[in-house]
Nanobody, 124 residues
Framework: QVQLVESGGGLVQAGGSLRLSCAASGRAFSTYAMGWFRQAPGKEREFVAAISWSVSNTNYADSVKGRFTISRDNAKSTVYLQMNTLKPEDTAVYSC?????????????????WGQGTQVTVSS
């Protein structure tokens, strides 16, 4: 079992930056692929970024490539999402997820554990 707790969300102006953190507790964090997803009001959950357990593979949605960076620190059981050049359309609840898998898949069905989410609001 893995428990995930996100932090770092907030209100930021367009063009600004935020760094989200996801702290994991439980066993074998370093063997899980980790992902970030987001959901805006009235919209479906959307893939943002994912990273393999070994850090050798990352995966990004086209909408965030070049602006967002996912990373992880297995010693701290934490995964991060650095978000730069934020846009109003990035406004959503951001959730992290853990997958009992090696590959950072972009689909929610591949993930076994989810955090509660943290709100990110980007004002224009």
């Amino acid at each position: 079992q893995v428990q995930l707790v996100e932090s770092g969300g907030g209100l930021v102006q367009a063009g600004g930056s935020l760094r989200l953190s996801c702290a994991a507790s439980g066993r074998a964090f370093s063997t899980y692929a980790m992902g970030w997803f987001r959901q805006a009001p009235g919209k479906e959950r959307e893939f943002v970024a994912a990273i393999s357990w070994s850090v050798s593979n990352t995966n990004y949605a086209d909408s965030v490539k070049g602006r967002f960076t996912i990373s992880r620190d297995n010693a701290k059981s934490t995964v991060y999402l650095q978000m730069n050049t934020l846009k109003p359309e990035d406004t959503a609840v951001y959730s992290c997820a853990a997958a009992r898998d090696l590959y950072p898949y972009p689909t929610p069905d591949n993930y076994n554990y989810w955090g509660q989410g943290t709100q990110v609001t980007v004002s224009s």
